[in-house]
């Protein structure tokens, strides 16, 4: 950064008197600074020198190539030139598409061509890719027609350009044509081709061409197999390429990471990460978003501050996708004040980076905070889209906001025009369930302009299991096994709702309507993050390397626990047994595990934090509140639905979780 500061600073401003040879060789630079062109253009104009086209145009071109130039300054000064060449054209239609505006880029293409400038081979290559960009596939076929005109088709470049352009916009059967009509096409067209293929999900195309590529193989066609393979859902395949890579450069190990976070693997992600970290390959701000989303999803708030230390010290400009990462890593983290300290130092905010922090606040039960940022986002200017609105409708259904929630949705109607889809409907349907309105909520549902899905009815389900409604609930459990058959959770909530009205009858039949169907529970299990390695544990687990130490501070904690005035509540194991053996149950389940090796394995007064994939249940609740007083520890948990943090036996949520819905860890 020093240095860049003395070169821009060894640049002399242009006096009054300045020869024209010194404009021109100050033009050339490439270290100028906004205000220091603006200079250049004044003094141009004071000098007399805006009818010599050559200033004009060399000013033009520094803007066009300029970052710190707006698009609409470089074709204001592009327009004062009188006779610009075929290079001044190329950079200026370059710089449009640098500054995202390749439909500025292809308009003038057109332009030129109107005004009898005669293209060039390096004007055809920068207009083909801009049509890639738009994904302005007729336009690029219209280009095509005049580069058959004008002769150049025999061009390299302008071969590969062609061939990226119809097999980037889908139209790989054109693509291949000309593919196989240029027998000399490079690797960058084949590699196009690919990943042409992968788009259209053709893989056995793809295969096939990976492995008929007359010319070698580029790092850039591995990875453009994994990156296709990964998107398909085949991470397996994808893995085996990139093991097989002869040499592997960032962007392998970035699409591998990508390949797993998309797919769901976030520990494989992190592992992979780990092993480019051990080989000294520093990650490239590409890769970033991916990985913080891997941490968000694990929970691994030391991982996610290790990647906001890495660019910070190397200056990384991150653009607004990778500062929301950020925001949203440091929220699903359990770490607010970090979330909103990263949301406050970006310059330029998008939307979805408001609604990654108004998500963040609604999951952690601050609902006055999260409508609070949604009205300081309209004060600011920016329109809300549908997203934002299910965060604030969120936010009002973990606090039992209900008129609230009716007012936010009829505002996104009403003044933004917005309509509302499935996923609105559906955090209606959870606020009315959550506040016991049940008969409001199946009426509104009877009411929608759209047929419910298993989300819209799962909420209601959640919510008679909440509130005890029986009858509703097993109306409700019948339409999600017949709409979802195959997902084990809707069983299992249908089958505590009967266990807890003690209908042992009706479980019966749901567990045998399971075997029957061959569906399986998926079982609770809780993360932790501790010194780089991610350790599961699921309820009852005897896996762990440290098994007989965790089980031994268990117990010491439980005895603590009692003489604290804890009782287990043995109601929230839903199984016909004795109390004695419900209470031995609950004290496995698997936070309580996790809990008990982060004491074992942490300073004292160190932070716990752990994610769940289910709800925590009551029992788990109750005793993590009295931990957290006893052994004066900050608890964030992070569960299916939403964050609790347990201080000094209590928890943000106001016990308002037991109006969750969902299914709780428990023992089916």
């Not at 309580?592 to 394995?601: D, Q, T």
Request: charged share 20%; with cysteine.
């Amino acid at each position: 950064m020093e240095a860049t500061q003395v070169c821009v600073s060894s640049i002399p401003s242009p006096s009054p008197r300045a020869p024209t040879r010194t404009i021109l060789s100050i033009l050339g630079s490439n270290s100028l600074s906004l205000y220091q062109i603006k200079q250049i253009h004044a003094q141009i104009l004071r000098s007399g020198l805006a009818d010599d086209n050559h200033f004009i145009s060399a000013l033009a071109k520094r803007c066009a190539e300029c970052s710190l130039c707006s698009l609409d300054y470089a074709l204001q000064v592009f327009d004062q030139t009188t006779r610009p060449n075929a290079f001044i054209w190329n950079a200026v239609i370059r710089g449009c598409l640098h500054k995202d505006a390749p439909r500025e880029a292809i308009f003038l293409y057109y332009k030129m061509v109107a005004q009898d400038y005669v293209p060039n081979k390096y004007t055809l290559p920068i207009v083909f890719k801009a049509c890639c960009v738009a994904g302005a596939v007729e336009a690029g076929e219209q280009i095509h027609t005049h580069v058959l005109k004008l002769g150049l088709w025999r061009d390299g470049h302008i071969q590969s350009a062609a061939i990226q352009m119809y097999a980037s916009c889908g139209r790989v059967r054109e693509a291949r044509r000309l593919l196989d009509q240029c027998p000399e096409s490079d690797v960058v067209s084949w590699n196009a081709m690919i990943d042409g293929y992968l788009k259209q999900g053709e893989l056995e195309a793809a295969k096939e061409l990976f492995e008929q590529m007359p010319c070698s193989k580029s790092t850039g066609s591995w990875n453009a197999m994994i990156s296709g393979y990964a998107k398909c859902g085949m991470i397996e395949s994808a893995r085996e390429l990139f093991d097989d890579i002869p040499e592997k450069d960032d962007v392998s190990w970035s699409a591998m990471i990508d390949g797993y976070v998309q797919n769901g693997l976030f520990e494989r992600a992190l592992e992979v990460f780990q092993q480019m970290q051990n080989k000294g390959i520093p990650p490239s701000r590409f890769v970033l978003p991916s990985l913080l989303s891997a941490c968000a999803n694990l929970g691994a708030l030391d991982q996610g501050r290790w990647v906001h230390t890495y660019v910070e010290r190397n200056s990384m400009q991150l653009n607004a996708v990778g500062w929301t990462a950020l925001v949203d890593m440091y929220a699903k983290c359990g770490c607010l004040p970090m979330a909103l300290q990263v949301f406050e130092n970006i310059t330029r905010k998008e939307v979805f980076t408001w609604n990654a922090l108004i998500h963040g606040l609604a999951m952690h039960g601050h609902a006055d905070a999260a409508t609070k940022m949604f009205l300081r986002m309209q004060n600011e200017k920016m329109t809300p889209d549908g997203i934002t609105f299910l965060g604030v409708l969120n936010a009002c259904a973990h606090a039992g906001l209900v008129e609230e929630g009716f007012h936010y949705f009829n505002t996104m109607k009403r003044n933004y025009k917005i309509k509302p889809t499935i996923e609105h409907y559906g955090c209606m349907v959870d606020l009315l369930g959550r506040a016991g309105k049940l008969d409001e909520a199946e009426d509104f549902i009877s009411s929608m302009p759209i047929k419910a899905n298993a989300s819209v009815w799962g909420a209601l389900l959640g919510a008679c299991r909440i509130h005890g409604n029986v009858e509703l609930g097993g109306k409700v459990g019948k339409i999600l096994l017949e709409l979802e058959p195959e997902n084990s959770g809707r069983y299992a909530l249908l089958s505590n709702i009967y266990a807890a009205a003690g209908r042992w009858d009706d479980v019966s039949m749901v567990r045998k309507l399971m075997k029957d169907r061959g569906i399986k529970t998926v079982p609770g299990y809780s993360l932790i993050h501790l010194n780089g390695m991610i350790h599961k544990f699921i309820t009852g687990d005897g896996s762990h390397p440290q098994k007989k130490e965790i089980y031994l501070m268990l117990e010491e904690i439980l005895k603590k626990l009692k003489l604290a005035g804890y009782l287990p509540i043995a109601s929230q194991v839903l199984l016909d047994m004795e109390e004695e053996e419900k209470e031995s149950a609950l004290c496995y389940h698997s936070e309580k595990l996790a809990i008990a090796f982060a004491i074992l394995s942490t300073a004292p007064g160190t932070p716990i934090r752990i994610a769940k994939n289910l709800r925590v249940c009551e029992d788990c609740h109750s005793a993590t509140k009295v931990i957290s007083h006893v052994y004066k520890r900050e608890i964030i948990v992070r569960d299916r639905v939403r964050y609790h943090c347990f201080r000094d036996g209590r928890c943000t949520c106001k016990d308002f979780w037991k109006t969750t819905p969902g299914r709780p860890e428990t023992d089916f």
